[in-house]
């Protein structure tokens, strides 16, 4: 479904996909074999449509970039239909669950495009500190007042596990501006940034890059396929949410304390990691042509 920009117009997309009924687990199991029995379009169709609004919800998070709902909602939807295309129903997981990676993906992925002429993000750090940055910086200041801790970049970079130049370089890279080429310097005036010969890596090496991120991007998929629901939930609310539960709030929704809370994340964390580390071993260094278990696309779900 083609969605416009106008603000009618959205609100009638909204109240369109809410017609769409929604489908159970028996449901959805029963479709997905089917689907990837027979390939039929119309059993694709309608697990697209059943999660249409998902999607709204999640694209809603992002709006905080200064981007139009509806093409975020647009670049979700994508990302749906790229999910029920590879769903696996013998996972045992339910379709939005494997989904939310792909429509958080092709949204990032959109923003990152969409936020500058030059690259914001072309590594995996980089567009990770794209969309952690700002909250980072926001929850310091909350807690430590407009000048935070004498070594703000230090702090930013333990939190945010990168180096410190990393941090400076992305500051850099989000509060500078697009420029026209037609703009005329002057001879005592600062050269914008953009006009810079361009210090990018060979395009042999981004393409390899781009492989690798794919592929990466599969493995993580795949492990989060492979943790049980619990562990699922406290990854995603705890991790990749955009305004991440605390553990206070974690414990009340399992019924367990807060210490308990904090020993599931940090066990979670632990099973996701060493699932990922026999996943990389398993598909080898993409550089070297060796394949992934399924393709990803050149799409981060980072989150």
């Known amino acids: ?156 970079a333990s939190q945010l596990h990168a180096k410190p130049q990393e941090i400076v370089e992305m500051e850099q890279r989000m509060s500078g501006r697009d420029l026209s080429l037609d703009v005329p310097v002057e001879d005592d005036g600062p050269i914008p940034l953009d006009v810079v010969p361009s210090s990018e890596q060979p395009a042999d090496e981004k393409a390899a890059q781009a492989q690798s991120s794919k592929l990466l991007a599969a493995q993580v998929a795949d492990a989060m396929a492979r943790l049980d629901s619990r562990e699922r939930f406290i990854i995603e609310r705890r991790v990749l949410d955009e305004r991440p539960m605390t553990f206070q709030g974690l414990g009340e929704h399992f019924g367990i304390s807060r210490e308990r809370a904090r020993q599931l994340e940090l066990r979670a964390k632990e099973k996701l990691h060493g699932l990922l580390g026999k996943l990389l071993d398993a598909a080898g260094d993409p550089r070297e042509g060796r394949a992934a278990p399924y393709a990803f696309p050149s799409k981060e779900a980072e989150c």
């Open 1 to 156: 479904m083609q969605i416009t920009s106008s603000r009618n117009n959205f609100s009638i997309y909204v109240s369109e996909i809410a017609r769409f009924p929604l489908v159970d687990a028996a449901q959805e199991q029963r479709l997905a074999h089917q689907y990837r029995r027979t390939g039929d379009r119309q059993i694709a169709q309608e697990l697209v449509t059943s999660n249409l609004r998902f999607v709204v919800k999640v694209a809603s998070e992002y709006r905080g970039y200064g981007l139009p709902l509806a093409d975020l909602v647009q670049e979700g939807n994508l990302g749906l239909m790229r999910a029920v295309e590879k769903f696996d129903p013998g996972h045992g997981v339910r379709l939005i669950s494997y989904a939310v990676w792909w429509i958080r993906a092709y949204i990032q992925d959109y923003i990152l495009r969409s936020w500058s002429l030059v690259k914001i993000g072309t590594t995996q750090v980089q567009r990770r500190l794209f969309f952690s940055l700002a909250r980072a910086k926001r929850e310091m200041e909350r807690l430590s007042g407009p000048d935070g801790p004498e070594d703000r970049i230090g702090e930013l």
